[in-house]
């Protein structure tokens, strides 16, 4: 079992950053992939980033590629979404989600355990 707490969100400008966190509890997080996603309001929650457990390999949505980036530290137990360049439609809640083994997926249905999400809103 891993939980997993998200922080981070809030309102930014057009053209802004942020950086999410999100903290797991547990002692084998280090086991975990780990992934991003969101959704929007009306919208299916869809995927933005993912990393491995050693964080080796990493993944990105071709909506923020080259805008945002991820990464882990796996003493502070810790996954991290960096968004530079932030746009309106960034705007939805992020979801932080893991799954034990050294793949990731980028479809919801793989990920077992899922923060609260936290709220990105981006101002035109």
């Known amino acids: 079992q891993v939980q997993l707490v998200e922080s981070g969100g809030g309102l930014v400008q057009d053209g802004g950053s942020l950086r999410l966190s999100c903290a797991a509890s547990?002692?084998?997080?280090?086991?975990?992939?780990m992934a991003w996603f969101r959704q929007a309001p009306g919208k299916e929650r869809e995927f933005v980033a993912a990393?491995?457990?050693?964080?080796?390999?990493?993944s990105y949505a071709d909506s923020v590629k080259g805008r945002f980036t991820t990464f882990r530290d796996n003493v502070k137990n810790t996954v991290y979404l960096q968004m530079n360049s932030l746009k309106p439609e960034d705007t939805a809640i992020y979801y932080c989600a893991a799954r034990q083994g050294g793949t990731y997926y980028l479809v919801t249905e793989e990920y077992d355990y899922w923060g609260q999400g936290t709220q990105v809103s981006v101002s035109s």
């Open positions: 547990g002692r084998t997080f280090s086991s975990y992939a």
């Open positions: 990393i491995t457990p050693t964080g080796r390999s990493i």
